[in-house]
């Protein structure tokens, strides 16, 4: 597992933004993610490169889920 802290995608608006799971929901508890856990940023200006992120990746974009 890997610490996910404010500030990066784990606890980001966008990270999953379309597509929510429950390990989403537990990143966000548990401030814990797997280490191959990967899924879609939904911010608008990477959308369309369907850029897929880890939990402990970050971004200028964060805003805070
Ligand atoms: S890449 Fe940036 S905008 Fe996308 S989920 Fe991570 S912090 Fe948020």
């Not at 799971?21 to 814990?32: C, P, Y």
């Amino acid at each position: 597992m890997i610490n996910v802290n404010d500030g990066q995608c784990g606890r980001c608006l966008h990270f999953g933004e379309h597509n929510a799971d429950d390990t989403i929901v537990q990143i966000r508890v548990n401030g814990e993610a797997p280490e191959d856990y990967v899924n879609d940023c939904g911010h608008p200006a990477h959308e369309g490169l369907h850029l897929k992120v880890s939990a402990n990746g970050m971004c200028d974009g964060y805003m805070a889920a």
